[in-house]
T-cell receptor, first 118, second 113 residues
Framework: DAGVIQSPRHEVTEMGQEVTLRCKPI?????LFWYRQTMMRGLELLIY????????DSGMPEDRFSAKMPNASFSTLKIQPSEPRDSAVYFC????????????????FGEGSRLTVL | GENVEQHPSTLSVQEGDSAVIKCTYS??????FPWYKQELGKGPQLIID?????GEKKDQRIAVTLNKTAKHFSLHITETQPEDSAVYFC????????????FGKGTKLSVKP
């Protein structure tokens, strides 16, 4: 199993530029999550999808951030325009999302995309 | 909403010693408590979890304990090894509601040979 695949692994861009981060979840998983990790705030949930539908985007910091999941095997997180305070590691995670009370909730994380906005 | 506090933020131990990381949570309805390990340059990976119907769970050198009354849970690593060096995150959620998994700020564990 290839695991969750994220790209790019590293991105350096200038303030005001558009940034697109990509994620391929584990095949068969029907829940996908985007997290942001910083030293100050730790791991923050930005948005999560279930069966390609956004369920909760309350963690998205502002309108500059948007996420899409056009199909079960691909998701994007876009920042437009980017700002220096967006510099962080962005993680995508997926889960099997089994229905019912015995859902383990185990998240499988990708290796992250380190974003630096100058 | 749920709030998870984790202590200490850094922990340094000698190889072979034990390490303990503690977390508290605020929402008494939370009933699922996983622990994730994050190695340098990697994403977090689940190492052990506990549900509120048990007080303790053990897997080889790691164990978790849960005190529902006090709303705190702990990770115990015995006979630490250099490869245990990583950042450890606790988390809490209501089972069946994956999107509400709230993480602590993490503990950087260093095991000195």
């Amino acid at each position: 199993d290839a695991g969750v695949i994220q790209s790019p692994r590293h991105e350096v861009t200038e303030m005001g530029q558009e940034v697109t981060l990509r994620c391929k979840p584990i095949s068969g998983h029907n829940s996908l999550f985007w997290y942001r990790q910083t030293m100050m705030r730790g791991l923050e949930l930005l948005i999560y999808f279930n069966n390609n539908v956004p369920i909760d985007d309350s963690g998205m910091p502002e309108d500059r951030f948007s996420a899409k999941m056009p199909n079960a095997s691909f998701s994007t997180l876009k920042i437009q325009p980017s700002e220096p305070r967006d510099s962080a590691v962005y993680f995508c995670a997926s889960s099997s999302g089994l229905a019912g009370p015995r859902n383990t909730g185990e998240l499988f994380f990708g290796e992250g995309s380190r974003l630096t906005v100058l | 909403g749920e709030n998870v506090e984790q202590h200490p933020s850094t922990l340094s131990v000698q190889e072979g010693d034990s390490a303990v990381i503690k977390c508290t949570y605020s929402d008494s309805a939370s009933n699922y408590f996983p622990w994730y390990k994050q190695e340098l340059g990697k994403g977090p990976q689940l190492i052990i979890d506990i549900r509120s119907n048990v007080g303790e769970k053990k897997d080889q050198r790691i164990a978790v304990t849960l005190n529902k009354t006090a709303k705190h849970f702990s990770l115990h690593i015995t006979e630490t090894q250099p490869e245990d060096s990583a950042v450890y995150f606790c988390a809490a959620s209501k089972e069946g509601s994956q999107g509400n998994l709230i993480f602590g700020k993490g503990t950087k564990l260093s095991v000195k040979p």
